[in-house]
T-cell receptor, first 108, second 114 residues
């Protein structure tokens, strides 16, 4: 069965510090992974997808098939990065399985 | 600008009531989804529709049903609301074509069952 695990419910860092949000997955097929973000009182929106290998708002994520991970990193966290982050796995062509989420709190 | 619109932001219903949550998208997407979002549990898929009148159960369909009579509209129905269905409900849509297309979400409906 497919699974997405985000081991940290809450992550607190100071502004300017590096941040890493962890995501591990379990899937027998070829994985397609995403990071979604939900800022306070806003709708859930796409942040990163593994296929793009792009940097969005300073965040980058690498798919590591050997470790079955899709962690995302930012070298210098900003206060506006405070949000809820969800890792998601697309499976059965059209369905998405979401992790339980990590709340990032960037302190001034 | 893409739009997924849920009819209500907040809803309070009594136990045993029949509840309808409506979702409309204007992107001509084939796929539509209903999730519930609970702290510590993330998003869990309730139902999924891949075309008009077509539906598939998600991970937690018990106590829910859905209706997709038109392509742009996907309704979630709670036949007899219970307090354990108090939650945030999110609707999403996604195009069928394109392997790597993203899902777009509505703003959510916070349902409280008393």
């Amino acid at each position: 069965a497919q699974r997405v695990t985000q081991p940290e419910k809450l992550l607190s860092v100071f502004k300017g510090a590096p941040v890493e949000l962890k995501c591990n997955y379990s899937y027998s097929g070829s994985p397609e992974l995403f990071w979604y973000v939900q800022y306070s009182r806003q709708r859930l929106q796409l942040l990163l997808r593994h296929i793009s290998r792009e940097s969005i708002k300073g965040f980058t994520a690498d798919l590591n098939k050997g470790e079955t991970s899709f962690h995302q990193k930012k070298p210098f966290a900003q206060e506006e990065d405070s949000a809820m982050y969800y890792c998601a796995l697309r499976y059965n062509f059209n369905k998405f399985y979401f992790g339980s989420g990590t709340k990032l709190n960037v302190k001034p | 600008d893409v739009k997924v619109t849920q009819s209500s932001r907040y809803l309070v219903k009594r136990t045993g009531e029949k509840v309808f949550l409506e979702c409309v998208q204007d992107m001509d997407h084939e796929n539509m989804f209903w999730y519930r979002q609970d702290p510590g549990l993330g998003l869990r898929l309730i139902y999924f529709s891949y075309d008009v009148k077509m539906k598939e159960k998600g991970d937690i369909p018990e106590g829910y049903s859905v209706s997709r009579e038109k392509k742009e509209r996907f309704s979630l129905i709670l036949e007899s609301a219970s307090t354990n269905q108090t939650s945030m409900y999110l609707c999403a849509s996604r195009a069928r074509t394109g392997l790597h297309t993203e899902a777009f979400f509505g703003q959510g409906t916070r349902l409280t069952v008393v």
